[in-house]
């Protein structure tokens, strides 16, 4: 099964919940200060058959930064034993609307798994048209992933560094303004504050609406537009640790833009880099 958009409707998925070929995943994550618990929220409510993709635990435990990819074998294990594999299309969703879902749409692109998308409005605009759910924990069959790692999709430390001087890809950041700017103490330990040298602010809420969907493509034309997004130029996205510069590679790619890379280190890494060039503003 195809789809011509990274972002499905609710009605849609509504309708396509029996399809033999289509797995659902809760891809919920949350900051320790949300207060939230985002296993214990699947267990409580789920949408049907859904299995729970924990992204910390599909992430590089060997890595001192929050959630690195993990290593192809690694990840390749954890989706078989979810039951997510070759020819299966993944639905991903989560608990806040739009916020972890598209790092999980964007782990499993970045393994080369390309039929994935994002359920647009997530778990809340679900729950609000009173559509299914349960608390049944789902029994998958394990299904074979063949991991087809897309180093396009990923940029790291040396990448970014080198783009200083080419200029190449624009680095949109996703923090929200007063971090950008280096106005706010970073929630990291030894993070120093401030943004990449030439990079461009998108705060992630910019681009979803009041109900919680991502905002139309011409509206996110329009604020990639008016926040200096150069829609022309391959990019990069960046956050904190690598969970909402995924939301706004979705956005690119809602509008239609596929020269989009994801800065796996963000401003955990660069931040924490003393060599690394820091600009606050």
């Not at 739009?98 to 782990?107: D, E, G, Q, T």
């Not at 605009?125 to 396009?152: C, M, S, V």
């Amino acid at each position: 099964m195809k789809l011509a958009s990274p972002l499905v409707s609710t009605e849609w998925l509504a309708e396509h919940l029996a399809a033999p070929d289509m797995r659902i995943a809760d891809a919920s994550w949350y900051l320790p200060q949300a207060g939230r618990d985002a296993r214990g929220e699947y267990l409580a409510a789920h949408i049907p058959g859904a299995v729970f993709f924990d992204i910390d635990d599909l992430s590089d435990e060997t890595n001192v930064l929050p959630h690195m990819l993990a290593p192809a074998p690694k990840f390749a294990s954890r989706m078989r034993n979810l039951g997510l594999g070759d020819g299966n299309l993944i639905v991903v969703y989560d608990g806040a609307g739009i916020y972890s879902a598209p790092r999980a749409w964007w782990m499993l692109r970045a393994m080369g798994h390309e039929e994935v998308a994002v359920l647009d409005g997530g778990f809340p605009k679900w729950k609000r048209e009173g559509r299914p759910i349960e608390d049944l924990l789902p029994q998958p069959y394990p299904r074979h992933f063949t991991p087809r790692p897309n180093n396009a999709l990923v940029r790291g430390f040396s990448q970014i560094v080198s783009n200083l001087q080419s200029g190449r890809e624009q680095v949109v950041d996703l923090r929200g303004a007063g971090r950008f700017a280096g106005k706010e103490i970073e929630p990291r330990p030894g993070v120093r504050a401030g943004h990449i040298p030439g990079s461009v602010n998108v705060p992630y809420t910019e681009l979803s609406g009041a109900d919680g969907t991502l905002k139309s493509r011409p509206e996110l034309l329009e604020t990639f537009r008016r926040l200096g997004v150069e829609t022309t130029r391959p990019s990069v996205t960046s956050c904190g640790s690598g969970i909402t510069a995924a939301i706004g590679m979705l956005a690119l790619a809602a509008t239609g833009k596929e020269d989009v890379s994801l800065y796996d280190g963000s401003w955990s890494e660069w931040g924490a880099r003393a060599e690394a060039p820091a600009v606050t503003e």
